[in-house]
């Protein structure tokens, strides 16, 4: 099992910058992937950025590629998005999520094996 909690969401003006931070508890943290999702209203979760267990390999969305920076901690069990230069667009619910065992597809919701409960991201315009 493992617990994970978000936080850092919050509003901001376009242009802006946040980061969010994901704590994980019950297994070692260096034994899985890490990866950040994001879900607006009314849409499908989708893929932000995953990093490897020692994160040797940073794989992003092409939406937010050169604007969003993922980057993890070990011995605080955490893993990190910095976001900059905001859009209204990134605007949605941000979910950290744990993959234990690589599978198949990095960037599909079904290869994670843990998820957070979400924090809220609004840009506003």
Request: with cysteine; aromatic share 12%; net charge positive.
């Amino acid at each position: 099992q493992v617990q994970l909690v978000e936080s850092g969401g919050g509003l901001v003006q376009t242009g802006g910058s946040l980061r969010l931070s994901c704590v994980a508890s019950g297994r070692t943290f260096s034994s899985v992937a890490m990866g950040w999702f994001r879900q607006a209203a009314g849409k499908e979760r989708e893929f932000v950025a995953r990093i490897s267990k020692m994160g040797g390999t940073r794989r992003y969305a092409d939406s937010v590629k050169g604007r969003f920076t993922i980057s993890r901690d070990n011995a605080k069990s955490t893993v990190y998005l910095q976001m900059n230069s905001l859009k209204p667009e990134d605007t949605a619910v941000y979910y950290c999520a744990a993959d234990i065992d690589y599978r198949s597809d990095y960037s599909t919701v079904s290869e994670y094996d843990y998820w957070g409960q979400g924090t809220q991201v609004t840009v506003s315009s």
